[in-house]
């Protein structure tokens, strides 16, 4: 099972930019389907956006299609998620997740992901 490790949270005003990273290890990477996911507290997580292993396909939140980006480089075992013009509505615990190749409706259901990074908090002031 793959072993993950976020970075890149902190502190943001609205309309500025975040680059979270994660950093993965003890598994074949390239096999798995990445995602972000996010949680505030009370709430339930949700999907942020997905890649699949080779990159072939991706899939976003409707609340952040056009601002948020999610890439991956395999050979740097690391997938990233950009995030751009930021609102306080973005503010929550975000999560690194594995999925083993994870195909459509399925790449947004938080159940069919195997490995979570230990989440970094990623707060948007107004």
């Known amino acids: 099972q793959v072993q993950l490790v976020e970075s890149g949270g902190g502190l943001v005003q609205a309309g500025g930019s975040l680059r979270l990273s994660c950093a993965a290890s003890g598994g074949i990477f390239n096999r798995y389907t990445m995602a972000w996911f996010r949680q505030d507290p009370g709430k339930k997580r949700e999907i942020v956006a997905a890649?699949?292993?080779?990159?072939?396909?991706?899939k976003y939140a409707d609340s952040v299609r056009g601002r948020f980006t999610i890439s991956r480089d395999n050979a740097k075992l690391t997938v990233y998620l950009q995030m751009n013009t930021l609102s306080p509505e973005d503010t929550a615990v975000y999560y690194c997740?594995?999925?083993?190749?994870?195909?459509?409706?399925?790449?947004?259901?938080?159940?069919?992901?195997?490995?979570w990074g230990q989440g970094t908090q990623v707060t948007v002031s107004s």
């Open positions: 997740a594995a999925g083993f190749a994870l195909y459509s409706d399925d790449m947004a259901d938080a159940k069919r992901y195997e490995s």
């Open positions: 890649i699949t292993r080779n990159a072939g396909i991706t």
